[in-house]
C-alpha cells in the first residue's frame, strides 16, 4: 500500500491543530494551578456576565474601601471615647472634693483679724484724724470737720465735742462715732455700742484703719485660717491643676502623627496648659491682679495685636473712680492701668458690617439693653461674654447722613463698647449686661448701613504683653474699657499692681497719672492667652453610601471649656483672700468670701462640664460629658456596624465573582487530561508524516 505524501497545506494544517491544542493544554494547566477560569475578562465568555463581574469587583472595592477607613475611624473613636471617659473621672474626683471641702471647711475659712470687738481705754488726746473703715466706709476723726475735700467714700465724724482727760472720754468717743455710722451705714443695725466698745459684725473692719493702731484701743483675739483649712485648699487646688493636666494629656492624643481632638489642624497640638507645677501657674495666674478668666468669651479668646495694628501706645496708671457697693457712692481704685493708642479701633477686630444682606434693619432699645435686627442669623458670630464695639461708617451712605449714624433723636450716640449677656438662637436678638447699659432713647439704623460690630478683647481676659520694655512686659487681665474724646476707640484698662519696680508708672501724691508712650516701631504685642490651639473645622467621616459622621469634638468643645475654666479657677493663687484689711498697704477692699464665691462658680462650672442644666446655666454651652459620651458610643456603634455589613456584602460579592472567575479542579483537570493525551497523538501524527518524503514514496 502506497502512502500518500503530504503538501504544504496539509502539513500546516496539522501544526496549526497541534498548537491550538498546545494552548488548551496550557489554559487547563493554568486552570489547575491558579482555579481561574481565565487570565482576563475575553476569557470569561463576553457579554452580560463579563458586565456583571465587572460592577461587583467595583462595588467590593468601594466596600473595602469604606473598611479600610472605618476601622482607622473605629480605632480613632475608641481612642478618644477612653479619653473622654478617663477625663471624666478626673473630673468627677475634683468635684466629689469640692462638694466634701464644701460640707466641712467653709466655715472656717474667713479670718477675723479684729474680732468683734473694739474698746476705747485712753482718754488722751490722741484720736485726731485717725480713720476706721467699716463696709467700705472710711469714717475720719476730725475736731475741725469741713476743711478736707473727701474722697466718695469717707465720711468725716466730728469730735470737736469730746472732753479729755476724764471718765466719759471714751464714751463721747464711741457715741460720735455711733452717730456718724447710723447715718451711713445699712448695716447699723448689726452693731452694739455700749459705754467705751464697739460690738461689730465680723468682718466689718474691711480697709484702712488707723484708729486701730491708736494706743489704748484694743481689739479681740485676730482668728485666721487654721493650718488644716488651708492643707484641705492648697490639696484641693493640687488636685485641680493635676485634673488641668490630665486634660492638657487625654486632649493632645495623637494617632498615626494626627492630633484628634485639634479639629482640621491634625499637625497641631490642641491643648496648652505651659506650666509644670501647682506652683507656676499660680505664679502666672496669683488670683489678685492676673485671675483666670470666668467667662467662655475670655478663655478661649485669640485676639493679638500689634504696632501695625495700633500705631504708638500709651501707658498710663490712673486712678478709677468706682461705685461703692456698701452705699452707692463712688470712691477711688487705684489697681487700675490704662493702655491706649493712637490708630482708630487699634484694639478692634472687625466682625459685622451692617447692609441689607447682612443686618437688615438694626434697632437699638435702651429699656430692654437690646440690639436686634430683621435678618436670621445677622449676629451669629457673637455669644455670651463677647465685647463687642460699635462704631460708624459713614462712607457706607450716600449721600453722607448730616446727622451721625448711631446718634438718635435725643442726640445720645451709641458708639461705645458693650459686653453681651446673650445671643437668641435665631441669631436676631443681642441683650447687653446691665454693667454696660446702651444710651438713653431708641435707635433704628435702616437697613444696618453703616453700622460697625467689632469685637476686642473680652473682660476678664488674659492678655500678655511682649517685647515693649522690661517695666511693662508681663500679664494683665482685662477689667474694662474707657474712651477718649474724640472718640478713638476702646482704651484697654487693665489691673496693674502697686509697690514693684516691674509695674506701670506708679501715680504721684496728686491726681495727675504719669503715662509712657512706645512708638510702633517697636517689635511688640498685645495677646490674649488661650488655652486651645487648634481650630474649629469638621472633619467629616462617611461610614457608606447613605450615612457619615462628624468628627466635631475638639478641645473647644464646651464640655472641655467649662471643666477647664472650673479647674482652673480653683487652681489659681490667692484662693483665700488673708489681706489684713487693717492694714496701710491694703488699699482696696478685701473680699472675705473670695473662697466660697470661687468654689461656688467652679463647682457649677464642672458640675455643668458633667451634666449641663440648661434652666440655671442658659448661657453656658450645653454640651457635657454625658452627652460627648453617648456620641461617641452611637458614633462607634455605627462604624462597627457598618464594618459588619460592609464585610458581609464584600464576602458575597466575592463569592459571586469567584463562581463566575473560578473553575471546577476536577473539571479542570479531567480537560488538562484530555487535552495532553490529544497533543500527545498529534506530536505522533506530525512525526510520522514529517517522516514521509517523494523519495521514500519513490
Known amino acids: 500500500m502506497l502512502t500518500r505524501v503530504a503538501t504544504y497545506a496539509s502539513n500546516n494544517l496539522y501544526v496549526s491543530r497541534m498548537l491550538n491544542t498546545q494552548k488548551l493544554m496550557n489554559d487547563y494547566s493554568r486552570q489547575v494551578s491558579t482555579g481561574e477560569l481565565s487570565e482576563n475578562y475575553s476569557g470569561l465568555g463576553g457579554g452580560s456576565k463579563v458586565s456583571s ?304 444682606l447682612t443686618t437688615g434693619e438694626i434697632n437699638f432699645n435702651s429699656d430692654l439693653n437690646t440690639m436686634t435686627a430683621t435678618n436670621i442669623g445677622a449676629f451669629d458670630g457673637l455669644k455670651a461674654g463677647d465685647t463687642i464695639v460699635l462704631t460708624e461708617d459713614s462712607s457706607a451712605i450716600i449721600p453722607a447722613p448730616a446727622t451721625p449714624i448711631l446718634e438718635n433723636g435725643s442726640g445720645n450716640n451709641f458708639t461705645g463698647t458693650y459686653v453681651i449677656k446673650s445671643v437668641s438662637e435665631d441669631g436676631r436678638k443681642v441683650v447687653f449686661e446691665e454693667t454696660t447699659p446702651l444710651p438713653a432713647g431708641d435707635l433704628t439704623i435702616t437697613d444696618g448701613l453703616g453700622a460697625e460690630i467689632g469685637t476686642t478683647f473680652p473682660i476678664g481676659s488674659t492678655i500678655d504683653i511682649s517685647d515693649i520694655d522690661p517695666s511693662l512686659n508681663g500679664t494683665y487681665t482685662v477689667t474694662g474699657y474707657t474712651s477718649s474724646i474724640p472718640y478713638n476707640g476702646p482704651e484697654l484698662l487693665v489691673n496693674a499692681p502697686e509697690g514693684t519696680a516691674d509695674d506701670f508708672p506708679i501715680p504721684p501724691a496728686v491726681s495727675t497719672p504719669i503715662t509712657a508712650t512706645y512708638p510702633d516701631t517697636l517689635d511688640w504685642s498685645i495677646s490674649a492667652r488661650t488655652y486651645y490651639e487648634g481650630d474649629e473645622m469638621v472633619v467629616s467621616q462617611q461610614v457608606n453610601d447613605t450615612r457619615s459622621i462628624e468628627l466635631s469634638i475638639n478641645g473647644l468643645d464646651p464640655a472641655f471649656e467649662k471643666a477647664i475654666r472650673g479647674l ?71 462604624v462597627e456596624r457598618s464594618i459588619d455589613e460592609q464585610t458581609t456584602l464584600s464576602e458575597y460579592l466575592q463569592t459571586q465573582c469567584d463562581n463566575i472567575e473560578n473553575v471546577d479542579p476536577l473539571v479542570a483537570a479531567t480537560n488538562l487530561n484530555a487535552a495532553s493525551i490529544a497533543l500527545d497523538t498529534s506530536y505522533a501524527v506530525l512525526a510520522k508524516i514529517s517522516e514521509m518524503s517523494l523519495l521514500s514514496y519513490l
Do not use: W
Not at 131 to 154: C, E, K, M
Not at 242 to 260: M, Q, R, T, W
Not at 578 to 583: A, F, L, V
Open 568 to 638: 482652673a479657677m480653683i487652681a489659681q493663687g490667692s484662693l483665700i483672700d488673708d489681706r489684713d484689711p487693717t492694714s496701710t498697704s491694703t488699699l482696696s477692699k478685701v473680699n472675705f468670701n473670695k473662697t466660697e464665691e470661687i468654689l461656688t462658680e467652679a463647682l457649677n462650672l464642672v458640675d455643668d462640664a458633667l451634666s449641663h442644666d440648661p434652666v440655671n446655666n442658659a448661657d453656658e454651652g450645653d454640651s457635657d460629658f454625658n452627652s460627648l459620651i453617648l456620641k461617641m458610643k452611637m458614633d462607634t456603634e455605627l
Open 53 to 356: 463581574l465587572i460592577n461587583m469587583e467595583n462595588q467590593t472595592s468601594i466596600y473595602e474601601k469604606y473598611i479600610e477607613t472605618n476601622t482607622l475611624a473605629s480605632v480613632n473613636l475608641s481612642q478618644m471615647s477612653s479619653a473622654i471617659e478617663s477625663l471624666e473621672t478626673s473630673i468627677s474626683d475634683v468635684q466629689n472634693m469640692i462638694t466634701s471641702f464644701y460640707s466641712k471647711s467653709l466655715g472656717t475659712i474667713e479670718p477675723d483679724y479684729t474680732g468683734e470687738e473694739i474698746t476705747f481705754n485712753s482718754s488722751l488726746d490722741q484720736y485726731e484724724g485717725s480713720t476706721l473703715t467699716i463696709n467700705g466706709t472710711q469714717y475720719i476723726l476730725t475736731s475741725t470737720p469741713g476743711v478736707v475735700t473727701l474722697l466718695p467714700n469717707q465720711v468725716e465724724v466730728d469730735i470737736s465735742g469730746i472732753t479729755y482727760g476724764t471718765d466719759t472720754t471714751t464714751s463721747q468717743l464711741v457715741t460720735s462715732l455711733q452717730t456718724a455710722i447710723a447715718a451711713n451705714d445699712e448695716n447699723f443695725d448689726d452693731y452694739m455700742f455700749d459705754g467705751n466698745t464697739i460690738t461689730v459684725t465680723e468682718h466689718a473692719i474691711d480697709g484702712v484703719s488707723s484708729l486701730l493702731d491708736v494706743e489704748g484701743v484694743e481689739t479681740e483675739e485676730a482668728t485666721y485660717v487654721s493650718d488644716e483649712t488651708r492643707n484641705a485648699i492648697e490639696e484641693l487646688q493640687m488636685q485641680a491643676f493635676a485634673a488641668l493636666k490630665d486634660v492638657e494629656y487625654y486632649l493632645n492624643l495623637k494617632i498615626d502623627g494626627k492630633y484628634l481632638f485639634s479639629g482640621g489642624s491634625q499637625g497641631t497640638e490642641p491643648i496648652t496648659i505651659p506650666f509644670n507645677n501647682l506652683d507656676e501657674f499660680q505664679s502666672y495666674y496669683d488670683g489678685t491682679y492676673v485671675t483666670y478668666p470666668t467667662t467662655t468669651s475670655a478663655n478661649t479668646c485669640s485676639l493679638s495685636y500689634d504696632g501695625v495694628d495700633t500705631g504708638d501706645l500709651i501707658f498710663e496708671r490712673m486712678d478709677i473712680t468706682q461705685t461703692n457697693p456698701f452705699n452707692d457712692d463712688e470712691y477711688y481704685e487705684l489697681d487700675d492701668a490704662r493702655i491706649a493708642a493712637t490708630n482708630f479701633n487699634a484694639f478692634v477686630t472687625p466682625a459685622i458690617t451692617g447692609t441689607t
